[in-house]
């Protein structure tokens, strides 16, 4: 079927294209227009023709929507995320992340908790650290509070650091996480690698150890525990040897944390209250130059 429209002659009845001006059968003139033959067909085919037309062109524009927003996908997946100005990379998914409650427990190379270190000028101490949960990505940060007593130099992981004794005295090294933290008591001295004296001056034993255990531990050495704002918690000092009668001394670091109240004369046992809400507080329990060092979370209390 064609699209030209087809007249048909007056004088031998035939059809032919309406672009002639006479019959190509009989040659007779076209009178005026002619006798238009029926469209039907024709109008038929055109709207065919148009629907594929159309048809057509929504696939091309389908094609090109789907060829531009696509790209590369191997591009598109090595590419960093800048979306929101911080770039993530391998391996650095959701950084410097802390959550709460995070524990850090410090270790001397035998295995030991590290609550304190003595060493004489020229020792190295090597000390690791072990952080709970393991999830946390945030490397251990080790300071010193004095340089010219003890130096601190830590591995790339930041997990062991090696201390070097460098001149008599008293300093702490901290290792830090985020927001958690542990300060390890560092005595450097000439004696401090000679066997202690076991007795003192007057015959009495001298502590060569010392562990805190509260109320709820069984017994067990405590690293880190929380209190709430008015909670009173009973903590018991262990003496090694048994026989040592120099009394325990207590102390804290925030004094308006935490209350500290003796429940017998060798300081052996007190009770803690919580009494600000002051986040970790580092508590101390000393006898004959021996300390052990534990942490409370004073939190506010719970309504």
């Known amino acids: 079927?064609?699209?030209?429209?087809?007249?048909?002659?007056?004088?031998?009845?035939?059809?032919?294209?309406?672009?002639?001006?006479?019959?190509?059968?009989?040659?007779?003139?076209?009178?005026?227009?002619?006798?238009?033959?029926?469209?039907?067909?024709?109008?038929?085919?055109?709207?065919?023709?148009?629907?594929?037309?159309?048809?057509?062109?929504?696939?091309?524009?389908?094609?090109?929507?789907?060829?531009?927003?696509?790209?590369?996908?191997?591009?598109?997946?090595?590419?960093?995320?800048?979306?929101?100005?911080?770039?993530?990379?391998?391996?650095?998914?959701?950084?410097?992340?802390?959550?709460?409650?995070?524990?850090?427990?410090?270790?001397?190379?035998?295995g030991s908790a590290a609550s304190s270190v003595t060493a004489k000028a020229g020792d190295e101490v090597q000390l690791t650290v072990t952080v709970t949960p393991d999830t946390v990505t945030d490397k251990p940060v080790w300071t010193t509070s004095d340089e010219n007593i003890v130096k601190v130099e830590a591995d790339e992981t930041g997990m062991t650091a090696k201390l070097t004794a460098v001149a008599d005295g008293t300093a702490a090294v901290t290792v830090t996480v985020g927001d958690a933290k542990a300060d390890i008591p560092v005595t450097v001295g000439d004696n401090s690698g000679t066997t202690p004296p076991t007795t003192n001056p007057g015959g009495t034993a001298v502590a060569s150890a010392i562990e805190v255990s509260s109320q709820y531990s069984k017994g067990k050495p405590i690293e880190d525990n929380t209190l709430h704002v008015g909670e009173k918690v009973t903590y018991t000092a262990k003496v090694t040897p048994s026989t040592v009668t120099s009394k325990v001394t207590w102390s804290c670091d925030t004094e308006d944390a935490l209350e500290i109240v003796e429940l017998d004369e060798?300081?052996?046992?007190?009770?803690?209250?919580?009494?600000?809400?002051?986040?970790?507080?580092?508590?101390?329990?000393?006898?004959?130059?021996?300390?052990?060092?534990?942490?409370?979370?004073?939190?506010?209390?719970?309504?």
């Open 1 to 110: 079927m064609s699209l030209i429209p087809q007249v048909k002659c007056g004088r031998c009845d035939r059809t032919y294209s309406g672009l002639r001006s006479r019959c190509p059968y009989c040659g007779a003139h076209r009178h005026k227009k002619g006798k238009r033959v029926s469209d039907g067909d024709n109008a038929t085919w055109k709207l065919i023709i148009g629907i594929l037309l159309i048809v057509v062109l929504i696939a091309a524009v389908i094609v090109i929507l789907v060829t531009g927003s696509s790209g590369d996908p191997e591009e598109s997946r090595d590419k960093p995320n800048t979306s929101d100005g911080v770039t993530d990379l391998p391996g650095n998914s959701n950084p410097g992340t802390t959550p709460a409650g995070t524990q850090l427990a410090v270790t001397l190379s035998d």
């Open 266 to 303: 060798t300081g052996l046992k007190v009770r803690i209250t919580c009494v600000g809400a002051k986040g970790y507080v580092h508590v101390t329990a000393t006898v004959d130059g021996v300390s052990y060092d534990f942490r409370i979370q004073c939190v506010k209390a719970v309504s």
